[in-house]
């Protein structure tokens, strides 16, 4: 298997432009997570699907913020327009849920997000 | 809302001192899972407990997840250059569900 797939693996913008973030889970997991990681704030959780809908999305910054997971292999994070602010390494994971267990979670190489 | 925090957040050692990390959170844990991330990577899973009280050993590495459920302990002995890193404890808050709280982490630092 290939693993948790992100991209792009890099990402420079502009201020008020538009980022699309993708990832490709594990095939067969039903549970993918959107995380964001800078040194001040650590690793966030923003959003997380089950089966292809938003279970949590408490963790979204903001309206600028939107994911969505049209099928079960593929995911996008979308910001719009993006801020200096927004600046970090974002991280999608995949996992299994069964049997009312939650197991380990995947994640992605990751995508870094430099925002001018 | 639920909060894990570990301690210490950095430690420096020397190669073959033994090290720990310590996580605790604000509420009752169904599972805990540790995780590590090195320098420049993605954070890379290396255990789940379960139980009250359970250990588990993986070689140089000690688990341990409190009676309470709401503390764990990540214990290495013997350090090595290759334990270099950024280790997370992540707590699962209630069942069916795989959502994690993870921790504020704590990085660690070998030298030789």
């Known amino acids: 298997d290939a693993g948790v797939i992100q991209s792009p693996r890099h990402e420079v913008t502009e201020m008020g432009q538009e980022v699309t973030l993708r990832c490709k889970p594990i095939s067969g997991h039903n549970s993918l997570f959107w995380y964001r990681q800078t040194m001040m704030r650590g690793l966030e959780l923003l959003i997380y699907f089950n089966n292809n809908v938003p279970i949590d999305d408490s963790g979204m910054p903001e309206d600028r913020f939107s994911a969505k997971m049209p099928n079960a292999s593929f995911s996008t994070l979308k910001i719009q327009p993006s801020e200096p602010r927004d600046s970090a390494v974002y991280f999608c994971?995949?996992?299994?849920?069964?049997?009312?267990?939650?197991?380990?979670?995947?994640f992605g190489p990751g995508t870094r997000l430099t925002v001018t | 809302g639920q909060q894990v925090m570990q301690i210490p957040q950095y430690q420096h050692v020397q190669e073959g001192e033994d090290f720990t990390t310590y996580c605790n959170s604000s509420t009752t844990l169904s599972n805990i899972q540790w995780y590590k991330q090195r320098p420049g990577g993605h954070p890379v899973f290396l255990i789940q407990?379960?139980?009250?009280?359970e250990v588990k050993k993986q070689k140089r590495l000690t688990f341990q997840f409190g009676e309470a459920k709401k503390n764990s302990s990540l214990h290495i002995t013997a350090t090595q250059t290759t334990d270099v890193g950024t280790y997370f404890c992540?707590?699962?808050?209630?069942?069916?569900?795989?959502?994690?709280?993870f921790g504020t982490g704590t990085r660690l630092q070998v030298f030789p």
């Open positions: 407990l379960v139980k009250s009280g």
């Open positions: 992540a707590g699962g808050g209630s069942y069916n569900t795989d959502k994690l709280i």
């Open positions: 994971a995949s996992s299994l849920l069964a049997g009312g267990r939650g197991y380990e979670q995947y």
